[in-house]
């Protein structure tokens, strides 16, 4: 069941008698890494981010149904089951439909393994996928509304990224709640938002990167950055990385096919498929670790676009960026943090640079970072995971026992 020890240091344990418990979380869901095929790389950053707030932990693969014998060994190895999740809930989709068939079906199994292991749950990144425009259906499968009762039934708190998906579970039955935002955004694991960010300015040629989510929604975004010759970061771009491997005019002769929606672009010509292609294969970069990720960041002095999480890892770089929103699930936690945005609505005609510059104005993001770090020490504190958050700034120490300081910082931690 093992598979992964991670950031292992002292061992985590608490008196209990003459005994004392050495048991460490079993950490299951989305991944700290990508690979081939993987439909959104950005996830890794929020599962690494998750991860780097324990000072102990243990993969465990949640998969299959898990036997008899692997309960009674998770039960005793494993002091919690800390659940890293994304997009869990998929508002007015029916059960069904080939989008999330599978993700349905696996969360059968998950609420199964859950109910029977019967250990303290902690959930990370928990939101609600949605059109940014309403009316909203807040009608979900029953087999992931029986998964968010499970959660709940063992979870003092559970975890939601903002606003909208707190409702939506409270609409679901789901109550004890509580906002804490994408822990992407506490990468550094610091009390203040303390590392600086890039000043974009007027001679910005070749110092811009962008990002993008449908190619027909932003074919305009996508020629202006194609004339521009900004970078492009990808998330689950398989056909652009394959380009990458072919030397030029292979491409067709090896069927190569981008993601459906560039397809769709192509065809209604709203995008020229060789103008894209000369482009991306200059200025095209996908990563599969998130050190490496937020490494190649650094270069840049802005970052733009509608990836969640393409620009969070531009700023927990040090690289200035802007959301371009254009879903619920971007919208709740771009509000929750006050970070700076636009709708897409705003900008689909093209972009003018100097106007996102002036936009990109982070004061108060760090004015409420401060209190949202709060809120989420409590909320790890309180769960008795063991931890590497240091005590929020002017804050009755609430902890029953020790907080470790914390591993040494690594590749992404330090501010450019």
Known sequence: MADHVGSLSADSTRANGTQRDSR?????????????????????????????????????????????????????????IVYVTANLIRLGVPRDHPSIKELVASHVTLANNIERAALPVVVFGLGSQAPLAGPYE?????????????????????????AFTADTCIRLGI??????????????????????LSEPGRDHAGNIACNFTDARSEAELIRQAMACGYDVIGQGNGGEEELRQHEPGEAAAAGLRFGWDFELAFEKGLIDRGQYERWARDHFYQFRRPE??????????????????????????????????HDMRTKEVCDHFKLPRVELDEVQGGVNLEALFERADYSGCRQIYPERYRVLFEYVDRANL????????????TQNREVSPGPSAAAGDAAP
């Open 138 to 162: 807040f009608n979900v499968a029953p087999e992931t509304i029986r998964l968010l009762k499970v959660l709940s039934d063992h979870s003092r708190r559970m975890a939601v990224r903002g």
């Open 24 to 80: 460490i979380p079993a950490v299951i869901g989305i991944e700290p890494w990508s690979w081939p095929g993987d439909d959104n790389s950005g996830n890794m950053i929020h599962a690494a981010a998750a991860r780097r707030i324990l000072t102990k932990y243990r993969e465990v693969k949640p998969t299959l149904q898990w036997t008899d014998e692997k309960i009674e060994q998770l039960r005793a190895e494993h002091s919690h």
């Open 292 to 325: 490496a990720w937020l490494d190649h960041m650094q270069r840049y002095c802005f970052c733009y676009g509608t990836r969640l999480h393409g620009n969070m890892a531009a700023m927990i770089a040090g690289t200035r960026a802007l959301w371009i929103v």
């Open 175 to 196: 109550n004890n709640v509580e906002v804490i935002g994408c822990q992407s955004i506490f990468w550094h694991r610091s009390p203040q938002f303390s590392w600086r």
């Open 386 to 397: 063991p931890h590497s958050l240091p005590a929020p700034i002017a804050a009755t120490a």
